[in-house]
């Protein structure tokens, strides 16, 4: 959990909302998956479990990164929204155009992604954003965008920051 600069409370809830959507199709199309969803929530909530226990049991530890490292640090809403639009477009370019410049995340300043697994990326995002009647589909996207958030709400100066956005 410490490593991932509270990604992980990202994470979970983008799992736990597609669970809930896969289920409620499911229902739609008359599939029995009641007891699928339901094991799939318990599972979700034991691998979760020791997060969890150690964010109650320490918080200062574990939410303390987040913190030091928010745009929203000594600023107001007003003077990090501009922050936070340039953030978004680096975070949004990291995959096939700039990445992050930290030598322990990325070659620095590479794309994150070589050019096959981008161009298969942006065909499956097409894909997802093409079907996105389907729920199963349109997590993938919010997906995306979720995961990069724990990024893009960082300090501007180290945007892109792939390690913050590792879940996407």
Known sequence: ALWFYGANAFFLP????????????????GSPGRAGIALALGGLLLVAAPVFA??????????SRAETVSVFRDRTLAEAVPML?????????????????NGRHNLPGEPMLDWGTGVLMLLG?????????????AVLPAWLF???LPGILSLPFEAPQ???????
């Open 14 to 29: 983008v799992i736990a909302v597609g669970v809930v959507l896969v289920g409620w199709q499911r229902r739609q199309l």
């Open 162 to 168: 792939a390690l913050r956005a590792i879940g996407s």
């Open 146 to 148: 979720v995961m990069l």
């Open 125 to 137: 995002l097409a894909a997802a954003l093409h079907g996105a009647g389907n729920p199963a589909l």
């Open 54 to 63: 150690d964010s109650l049991a320490r918080p200062d530890v574990v939410f």
């Open 85 to 101: 639009g340039e953030s978004l477009g680096k975070h949004l370019a990291m995959f096939h155009l700039e990445g992050d410049q």
